[in-house]
């Protein structure tokens, strides 16, 4: 079983829509959480960080569920710009660092 | 602003070469990783450093090995490149684990 799972796609949705993505994560003594977005070929860049009490940037929202070791990502009001794929991303801080990335949902905004 | 460079950008490989896959940044950060990206894999972490001179395995180390000798530069080698080591490679770096990390813009290696 893969560390960090995310939910597979693609995940095709028309603009405007709203669209989740889930995270799942094995390890309890993971510490730190992100959003990463990844655009075709290119590099990644963090989209947002999940703070325990859960957390928004526009039209974007995050929550961590420590209890469940899982983690969401909500877009609302898609644009087409938003296509891309979303990787989850999980720390374990107490083993040196490592950062642990899931296999990504990639999500196609369509006109 | 240069933030993370990797050099070559693209190379190819026969089977049994080898060859050094150069990281720099110029963020003064302190932690820094080496990742491969294979179609439907996501990033898969091949070795890490917390600092200068240190490193640590990740999940897939086998067949690579790194050096931190320098803050700034974290290198990685292939000793005998293998046809299964065809990939993309993008190095990261963050100044903790708990802040962003910045990529650099990968390598595009092929192993015939």
């Known amino acids: 079983r893969k560390e960090v799972e995310q939910d597979p796609g693609p995940f095709n949705v028309p603009e405007g829509a709203t669209v989740a993505f889930n995270c799942t994560y094995s390890n309890s003594a993971s510490q730190s959480f992100f959003w990463y977005r990844q655009d075709c070929r290119k590099e990644p860049k963090l989209l947002m960080s999940?703070?325990?009490s859960g957390n928004e940037d526009g039209r974007f929202t995050a929550q961590l569920n420590r209890a469940s070791q899982y983690i969401s990502l909500l877009i609302r009001d898609s644009k087409l710009s938003d296509s891309a794929t979303y990787l989850c991303v999980v720390n374990r801080y107490n083993q040196g660092g490592k950062l642990i990335f899931g296999q990504g949902t990639e999500l196609s905004v369509k006109p | 602003n240069a933030g993370v460079t990797q050099t070559p950008k693209f190379r190819v490989l026969k089977t049994g070469q080898s060859m050094t896959l150069l990281c720099a940044q110029d963020?003064?950060?302190?932690?820094m990783y080496w990742y491969r990206q294979d179609p439907g894999m996501g990033l898969r972490l091949i070795h890490y450093?917390?600092?200068?001179?240190?490193?640590a395995k990740g999940e897939v180390p086998d067949g690579y090995n790194v050096s931190r000798l320098k803050k700034q530069n974290f290198l990685l080698g292939l000793e005998s490149a293998a046809p299964s080591q065809t990939s993309v490679y993008f190095c990261?770096?963050?100044?903790?684990?708990?802040?962003?990390?910045?990529f650099g813009q990968g390598t595009r290696l092929t192993v015939v």
């Open positions: 999940v703070y325990s």
């Open positions: 963020m003064n950060h302190e932690y």
């Open positions: 450093s917390v600092g200068e001179g240190t490193t």
């Open positions: 990261a770096s963050s100044y903790t684990p708990n802040t962003e990390a910045f």
